[in-house]
């Protein structure tokens, strides 16, 4: 019995070499092989689009249907939207909220030129080899 399934094992081994081997005589380049792998993940990629596109509808669909059957959607929509005035006052507010966040700074900055117009920190001489004579 053992000796069967080592046989069994061998002949599975020696018929994935040759699986290998003729698929590497149909295409030397791997081009099918590369063509096949694209082909896989954009198929996948396009059933994940598909997926989670109808996934948001779906649960909208049946959050309504809950909703219908506790009551909780009424017939009339209500208006809940807020007048342009009220808009730019709540604007306005958070602007000169957000600018007093701001520090003002009255200190006054001033650059002095150097002594030296030279100044070795740029400069490539340093960075290359010297050569003893």
Known sequence: MLFLQAQQLLSDTLNQASKSEYFKQVDPFGL???????A????????????????TKLIQVNLRRVLRREGAIDKEKKDI????????????????????????????LTIN?????????????YGMRQHPR
Do not use: C
């Open 32 to 38: 099918g092989m590369t063509v096949i792998g694209y």
């Open 81 to 108: 939207s807020i007048p342009g005035e009220v808009n730019a006052a709540i604007a306005m507010a958070l602007h000169l909220y957000f600018q007093e966040l701001h520090d003002e700074e009255s200190a006054i």
């Open 40 to 55: 896989i993940v954009f198929i996948a990629l396009l059933l994940l689009y598909i997926v989670f596109f109808n996934l």
């Open 113 to 125: 030129r150097a002594s030296k117009i030279y100044s070795p920190w740029s400069s490539k001489i």
